[in-house]
């Protein structure tokens, strides 16, 4: 995740301004949070104060599983599976989707820089969504693949060059492992599992027999329900036992490879519930019990030592190294001698030279997570070790730690980044380790950057730095700037190699910015960007607009991203105030870090307000272009209230009758009718505090009668509560919500267009019914109305037995037509009901792909529909 500091300013009825943290913060276990320092107030520099995203992480994976688990924090296996088969069941309304961010999505655009707002110029280059797997076919030169964390599975014939989505349409896209089997075939396991949590779901473990022509259907699933409702984070194969393992969310899992592909996997080692191992003190809550990170066969062990780290990142009292002799029949607690510190044995990655000779270990370090506030620490980076033996025993020696990576040429050294931001300040999160299949000494390490070793960690150089900003070799003027090639997108997630005959060997690499290769023999500076071609599109969108361009050449459409800033697609040679937009077709980042919910002037595409995170309004009257080449224009304002209680992704929106009327919501709904005139944060007006630990979750106007929705705590557990306040009727209120309206997170609200009054509102709730979502709650419905200004609601979910009932996924975006028509986004699709047919409801078309669909919004002229979608970009349909 790239850390990017916003300006703030105040809004009028705030009160005193609150002080900026801008030093890495982290969460442990308990979910406590705790601050290294804080920076002071006005301060706007990108580089002198580093380390905010660590904390922004932690906020972006909550804003995504908060909704979809509260009230409980746990769903039962089988939820989304259920929820699919409803889906292909339904009735359908016709339509067909199409793609819409088709375009190389060009994060260094040269005109885009504005050097308080953008990251473009930073040397990441071309971008796509976050790759959290990667696989190359053992036998077709060429064919790689790669696993989007939320897009599903592309492949390129041509070697990255250009890329191929196989399996848009699976119940499940959020990948979490790919690997190929010596038979040819892929083996893909979904849900993603790079936060080593149980919160990301997937629907199970597919094998695809012809990858490199064939594309993944539902009848490839491997095994039965046992995997449903986990998350994934790697399958192996223990080709001389003959089975394949798979580490996931519930403990390590085996299947024998020659069984038949309806063969249940079995569960092989979970501490917690005392399966292979007995004794085993848990000392954590279910939902954080057996997580299984890594799993690894030993070359040469005839098939019958595995390796397998079993660990909550958090600390817990199952955490270690577990390891087996018989191929995972039985397993043992390891007691690792040499620098590994059993007590410390948090989230690790395994990797095996290909002769068995040697085992790497990277590791995070819980009590380094859960460290006090002011201690001192910028890393929970345990360490990097090698067992020269192989054993899992050890002894190990460290070979790497936060110090000697970040002096290899690291961009996040405390001269070059700042204090409070080191290498492996996420390595709860963005962790991998793999080894050179010709030479054992040759080493791979992902964290934040992409480091290398030749001589078995002796020495490291950092061959894919976190950025270029902050160094000597840096300018915005392009002629002065001297960095060179060894840089890409921060995170990294996935390393696989090629070894097809007569071909160089290439090393891939997969993270939050998309995919990189270069040869493993490769020791100058550079790598291939495997997004160029704007093919590989797994962008992870949280919002979409779009607005009229003035010189008549189409449609603007902008989005916020994760970690990916806010992206803006104009026409091909479009122009706006004499300057050409987009002489090469492609998208731009104007905005950079995070993006979140994005508003766009219908009249005029070039003026939008983007958001960073936590209500960071920005604002932009020229698409954010800067004529010159440094960008020293300052082209993006700081518009925001200041407001310590917003949501990560907080919501803000024009009124939909009103456009002299914007509203926003923190703990505060907030109103400004300066609008598109507005240059700072004083001109929002308070006009409701929804209490103490409240945050919006929705907020909607018309008329300036203005409805907001709340959660407070939003965490899962005893403590999450919601609710709905209003203006309706002249003076704001909470609303009394029925006992029978769900006790769930409230992910939007529309008032009905044809309702003058402002009486007439819909609440669309997230999450799951009672049946899957253990914890308190009443309610099945998704989809409520009321009709009297909130004293009565309507479920207009219908006969959870019927067909044409709404399905039971969690719900994300709403949107009333003019003529009534309901569509409401999903994590399974887009959905729609007719005015006067309450309690019916068809699936919008059926070419859309099932990553989560998270927003809605009309074109300017109000003919299609678009929704964002996380992990496979923004599409378009007629308006139903």
Not at 790 to 815: E, H, I, M, R, V
């Amino acid at each position: 995740m790239y850390w990017f500091s916003a300006r703030r300013s105040r809004g009028k009825g705030a009160g005193p301004a609150l002080a900026l943290c801008a030093a890495a913060l982290l969460i442990g276990g308990t979910g406590s949070v705790t601050a290294y320092g804080e920076e002071e107030e006005g301060s706007h520099g990108r580089h002198e104060v580093a380390g905010d995203e660590s904390h922004e992480l932690m906020e972006s994976i909550a804003s995504f599983n908060e909704p979809r688990l509260s009230p409980s924090g746990q769903v039962k296996p089988g939820a989304y599976a259920d929820a699919w088969a409803h889906v292909k069941n339904m009735p359908t309304k016709t339509g067909s989707w199409s793609e819409v961010t088709t375009s190389p999505y060009n994060e260094d655009a040269l005109h885009y820089r504005d050097q308080s707002a953008s990251n473009s110029g930073g040397g990441a280059g071309y971008a796509a969504g976050r790759i959290s797997a990667m696989a190359t076919d053992p036998t077709h030169k060429g064919v790689v693949y790669a696993g989007a964390a939320g897009g599903g599975v592309f492949r390129s014939t041509d070697d990255g060059a250009t890329w191929t989505p196989i399996a848009d349409h699976l119940p499940a896209l959020s990948v979490g492992a790919l690997a190929t089997g010596s038979d040819g075939s892929l083996w893909l396991a979904t849900g993603e599992a790079n936060t080593a949590s149980d919160n990301y779901l997937g629907s199970g473990v597919y094998r695809l027999a012809d990858p490199a022509t064939g594309t993944f259907k539902e009848s490839d699933k491997v095994g039965g329900t046992e995997l449903d409702s986990t998350s994934i984070h790697t399958v192996t194969f223990d080709k001389e036992a003959g089975y394949a393992f798979a580490a996931s969310s519930h403990g390590v899992y085996r299947r024998p490879l020659a069984a038949a592909q309806t063969a249940s996997w079995t569960k092989v080692l979970a501490p917690c519930a005392g399966t292979g191992v007995s004794g085993i003190a848990c000392g954590t809550t279910p939902e954080f019990a057996d997580i299984a990170n890594d799993v690894a066969v030993q070359p040469g062990s005839a098939g019958k030592k595995l390796l397998a780290n079993v660990a909550w990142r958090g600390g817990a009292g199952y955490n270690g190294f577990y390891y087996s002799d018989d191929a995972g029949s039985t397993w043992h607690r390891a007691n690792p001698t040499g620098a590994v510190n059993p007590a410390e044995i948090g989230n690790a990655s395994f990797a095996y030279a290909a002769d068995g000779s040697k085992l790497y270990v990277s590791m995070e370090s819980p009590k380094l997570l859960n460290k006090a506030s002011g201690a001192g620490v910028y890393s929970v980076l345990a360490g990097v070790y090698v067992s020269e033996s192989g054993n899992a025993g050890g002894p190990f020696k460290q070979i790497a730690n936060a110090a000697r990576l970040s002096a290899s040429g690291s961009a996040m050294k405390v001269t070059e980044i700042g204090t409070g931001y080191q290498p492996g300040s996420q390595a709860w999160y963005d962790q991998t380790v793999a080894v050179d299949p010709a030479d054992p000494d040759h080493v791979y390490l992902g964290l934040e950057e992409m480091f290398e070793s030749r001589d078995g960690g002796a020495n490291w150089h950092a061959v894919g730095r976190y950025w270029n900003f902050g160094l000597s070799c840096f300018s915005y003027d392009q002629q002065s700037n001297t960095c060179d090639g060894d840089v890409m997108h921060s995170d990294q997630h996935a390393i696989a190699f090629s070894q097809w005959k007569g071909a160089t060997p290439q090393v891939y690499v997969g993270n939050d910015g998309g995919a990189y290769a270069r040869p493993t023999t490769q020791q100058t500076p550079g790598w291939r960007n495997l997004n160029k071609s704007g093919t590989l599109r797994s962008l992870q969108y949280y919002s979409v607009g779009a607005g009229k361009m003035t010189d008549g050449s189409g449609d603007a459409v902008w989005g916020g991203l994760q970690d990916n800033g806010v992206s803006l697609q104009a026409p091909k040679g479009s122009t706006y105030q004499g300057q050409r937009l987009n002489p090469d077709g492609e998208m731009v980042s104007p905005f950079g870090g995070d993006g979140g919910d994005q508003l766009v002037n219908p009249d005029n595409g070039c003026e939008t307000v983007g958001e960073y995170v936590d209500l960071a309004l920005q604002i932009t009257r020229n698409c954010g272009y800067t004529a010159s080449d440094d960008g020293a224009e300052d082209v993006i304002t700081d518009i925001a209230p200041e407001d310590g209680g917003a949501r990560f992704i907080a919501p803000f929106n024009a009124d939909s009758k009103d456009a002299g009327y914007w509203v926003a919501g923190g703990r505060y709904i907030w109103g400004d009718d300066e609008t598109w005139a507005t240059d700072d944060g004083d001109a929002w007006d308070q006009l409701y505090d929804t209490g103490a630990g409240h945050s919006t979750t929705a907020v909607v106007s018309q008329n300036r009668v203005v409805w907001g929705a709340w959660c407070g705590s939003c965490n899962p557990g005893a403590s999450f509560g919601r609710g709905i306040v209003t203006n309706y009727g002249g003076s704001w209120h909470q609303v009394a919500l029925p006992d029978d309206f769900p006790n769930r997170y409230i992910s939007d609200l529309a008032v009905d267009p044809s309702d003058t009054s402002g009486k007439t509102v819909y609440a669309v709730v997230n999450g799951f019914s009672r049946h899957w979502n253990e914890g308190p709650g009443a309610g099945y419905g998704h989809v409520w109305r009321t009709s009297d200004g909130g004293a009565t609601w309507k479920d207009l979910s219908g006969d959870p037995a019927a067909s044409d009932s709404f399905p039971d996924a969690p719900a994300n975006g709403l949107l009333i037509t003019a003529d009534g028509t309901r569509a409401v986004a999903t994590d399974l699709g887009v959905f729609t009901s007719a005015a006067g047919s309450d309690g019916h409801w068809q699936r919008l078309g059926t070419t859309l792909p099932t990553a989560p669909a998270v927003y809605l919004t009309p074109s300017p002229d109000g003919r299609q529909l678009y929704v964002a979608t996380h992990g496979r970009g923004i599409w378009k349909t007629a308006m139903p």
